[in-house]
Nanobody, 121 residues
Framework: EVQLVESGGGLIQTGGSLRLSCAAS????????MHWVRQAPGKGPEWVSE????????HYTDSVKGRFTTSRDNANDTLYLQMNNLKPEDTAVYYC??????????????WGQGTQVTVSS
């Protein structure tokens, strides 16, 4: 059974830092590019970042570039998101997500339960 378990969220002041973790199990973690997605109150999901299955490269949405860094530990099947200089607009539930492909289309077949990040102004 595939499981993704996020942790590390919390209440933080503007300018602070948090490190999120996502513990993966039930699949070969090191074979997959992994993603972080967030959902702010009253809004739809927003893609945040992705990291190559070997950690060779990562990509970020423009609003977090230079502030967030995603990394992974394939030996321990764990994904991370280091978030620095947090802003109130970063307030959201953060999810790690495992992608899959069907007919050339990428979509997420598994998500974690999410971890709440709240940034106070």
């Amino acid at each position: 059974e595939v499981q993704l378990v996020e942790s590390g969220g919390g209440l933080i002041q503007t300018g602070g830092s948090l490190r999120l973790s996502c513990a993966a199990s039930g699949f070969t973690f090191g074979d997959y590019t992994m993603h972080w997605v967030r959902q702010a109150p009253g809004k739809g999901p927003e893609w945040v970042s992705e990291i190559h299955y070997r950690g060779s490269y990562s990509h970020y949405t423009d609003s977090v570039k230079g502030r967030f860094t995603t990394s992974r530990d394939n030996a321990n099947d764990t994904l991370y998101l280091q978030m620095n200089n947090l802003k109130p607009e970063d307030t959201a539930v953060y999810y790690c997500a495992k992608p899959t492909f069907l007919s050339g289309v990428e979509f997420y077949d598994y998500w974690g339960q999410g971890t709440q990040v709240t940034v106070s102004s």
